[in-house]
């Protein structure tokens, strides 16, 4: 029996723009997510959200579709964005890459731990007078 290791670190430039990791991170929780539940929830302009969504797009990382909407009486659609295979191996590769998650490899070294569990915690600062 093999023992699953996660993901195969890995750089990715496409994903690592700090708007592109956001969307990715977004999507990674979810089957698809409405273009303006992202739009909202990441604070950015459509025209912004659009351009990542293209660049993610043109590396095969995230699918669009569009769909007409059933809760609205006009002919308005929906665009709905996935994370592909290929998206969410390039995000979980480059997570690791990072270091943000540790895939149950205690061996590992703390470099590749998140910063949180690197830094010790010294508590509230106190107030000097």
């Known amino acids: 029996m093999t023992e699953d290791r996660g993901p195969e670190p890995r750089f ?44 993610l797009s043109d590396a095969g990382y995230v699918s669009t579709k569009k769909t007409t909407s059933l809760s609205r009486g006009d002919s308005r659609l929906v665009t709905w964005v996935e ?22 490899r205690p061996e590992q070294s703390t470099a590749r731990q998140p910063l949180s569990t690197r830094l010790p915690h010294f508590g509230p600062t106190p107030e000097f007078g």
């Not at 994370?83 to 895939?103: N, P, Y």
């Open 12 to 55: 990715d430039a496409v994903i690592h723009a700090p708007v592109r990791l956001r969307i990715c991170g977004l999507l990674r929780r979810v089957d698809e997510i409405d273009f303006a539940i992202i739009r909202d929830t990441l604070e950015i302009s459509d025209a912004s959200l659009s351009k990542h969504l293209r660049a």
């Open 83 to 104: 994370l592909t295979r290929v998206g969410r191996d390039a995000f979980d590769s480059h997570i690791a890459e990072l270091g943000l998650i540790a895939h149950g």
